[in-house]
């Protein structure tokens, strides 16, 4: 057996206890009783300890010393390109650190649920002081200094390959005017109405479950389950995900859905060859986020499909408190002034996200400290938004991201974004008649294009690589923001 053959299977295995880390966290979200918090964590601990040591093990610089990557196959040399940058930022973090890190976070994820049912900051501030340490700490381990700029951008690599800070503040300040000029436009004409009634939470879970459906995702290797906050998980074989709900926003479950099903259908559509292995998996969160993102909101709160999605709604609840499609189409992307990321309308996310770029920073840099956090969050969300913070868990308890130590993760949603924005126009250049599609609730040219474009090569490529090669050009926010003004230009009458 080569050098090459004995790293891959050794790999296959590592990737297979990866697998099950995750499920661990899928299960702690879902169905895990309350009382096994702290064994969970020591589970956690305990499985990290060993990935960590699978990944810094000797035997892998050994094979990778006499790899010839020259000599491999375009897959061959991607999947080293992985195992020789996953080797490198291992190999920098102390096996001890690692697993404190997720011995916390799992402990942490507890604490923030319990802190934001009870809108008590306080509470989950000490733990969340003990997570950016660890987190600064990590990131400096990484990037070979403390220099704060470089931290966060070695933390940012880890969800986005190829992106700093410095790209996207650059691409935040091209979006930022058009943004709010939109958005102060929009506010400034009459609200639509939105739904109104009760929302029966079973019928939510099985209209879901048939959305579910609608955009490719296979239930014979998912399921759909409710979290606190809903989020995706696994591949391959094995992809879940879940919502959840609210009697009087259905909204809220729906749209939730289908943006995970986004997330699933990436990975369920990746080449089985790649099955555990670096490449068998979405390449970055940010080409995740454009999977998720052209899912809800191109096809998801486009005005074809919305007109499909009502006539099943009045037959899931009856009276939507809304007249025709067209008037469901203007609910289902109105713009309102909220508080919560999840809920906002296309034009005001991106917002939602520089806010949270800037204070992640802030924290991990050390300029801003926890037990300031939910003051500056306050002040920052009222100049950004004009709308005071009632409660902490409409402010900087809403996201469960930092609870867990995701630092880094936040920006890659607007990137994802960003990348939706031209997938989006290259799709209705080669599907020109997709209108007719997405009215009779077909979603089949539509999801097959992304899977054939993006979703089928995984880690093949680089994040930026898959999506240039997929559009036909540079990327670029200008197709975004064309987009949104377009919209919701004639949605407002601008």
């Not at 990131?139 to 996207?168: H, K």
């Not at 091209?174 to 029966?200: H, I, K, N, Y």
Request: proline share 4%.
């Amino acid at each position: 057996m080569s050098a090459f053959d004995e790293l891959m299977a050794f790999q296959h295995q590592t990737e297979a206890l990866a697998q099950i880390a995750g499920r661990l966290g899928w299960d702690q979200e879902t169905v895990m009783p309350r009382g096994a918090a702290d064994q969970r964590a020591e589970e956690f601990a305990a499985i990290e300890a060993v990935l960590h040591a699978r990944r810094t093990d000797p035997r892998v610089q050994d094979w990778l010393a006499v790899i010839d990557d020259a000599a491999l196959d375009p897959v061959g040399r991607a999947q080293m390109r992985h195992i020789r940058r996953d080797v490198e930022r291992a190999t920098r973090v102390p096996e001890a650190q690692a697993t404190e890190i997720a011995r916390l976070t799992s402990r942490a994820q507890g604490l923030w649920a319990e802190a934001r049912a009870n809108d008590d900051f306080a509470a989950f501030a000490p733990v969340l002081e003990k997570i950016v340490a660890l987190k600064r700490e990590e990131g400096a381990a990484i990037a070979q200094t403390q220099d704060a700029g470089a931290v966060y951008d070695a933390l940012l690599d880890g969800f986005e390959p190829g992106t700093s800070a410095a790209d996207l503040e650059r691409m935040f300040a091209a979006m930022r005017p058009r943004l709010v000029a939109l958005r102060a436009a929009c506010l400034e004409r009459p609200t639509p109405e939105g739904l109104s009634g009760q929302f029966d939470e079973a019928a939510q879970m099985r209209l879901a479950r048939r959305l579910a459906k609608a955009f490719g995702y296979d239930m014979a290797r998912g399921r759909v389950d409710k979290a606190v906050h809903p989020f995706s998980s696994g591949s391959g074989a094995d992809v879940r995900i879940t919502t959840r709900t609210d009697a009087q926003d259905p909204f809220n479950c729906l749209y939730s859905t289908i943006h995970e099903v986004g997330h699933g259908c990436y990975e369920q559509a990746i080449d089985p060859a790649y099955a555990l292995s670096p490449l068998g998996q979405g390449v970055s969160m940010g080409v995740h986020e454009s999977q998720s993102r052209i899912y809800e909101n191109q096809l998801g709160r486009s005005r074809a499909f919305s007109g499909w999605l009502f006539d099943r709604m009045r037959e899931s609840f009856g009276d939507l408190g809304v007249s025709d499609a067209d008037a469901f189409y203007r609910a289902v992307n109105r713009l309102r002034q909220g508080y919560i990321r999840t809920e906002a309308d296309e034009v005001q996310y991106n917002l939602h996200i520089m806010l949270r770029f800037d204070l992640e920073r802030a924290l991990i840099s050390g300029d801003l400290a926890v037990a300031d956090l939910e003051g500056a969050w306050n002040d920052r969300f009222e100049a950004d938004f004009g709308v005071a913070v009632d409660k902490p868990s409409n402010g900087c308890l809403q996201d469960v991201h930092w609870s867990v130590g995701l630092f880094g993760y936040f920006p890659t949603y607007a990137l994802g974004n960003v990348y939706a924005g031209g997938l989006h126009k290259a799709m209705r250049a080669a599907l020109p008649d997709l209108d007719a599609d997405l009215a009779e609730g077909s979603l089949d040219r539509a999801t097959g294009w992304l899977r054939e474009s993006v979703q089928r090569h995984g880690g093949l490529y680089e994040p930026r690589d898959v999506i240039e090669t997929a559009v036909g050009k540079p990327i670029s926010e200008a197709p975004l923001l064309d987009y949104l003004e377009e919209k919701f230009g004639l949605l407002y009458g601008l």
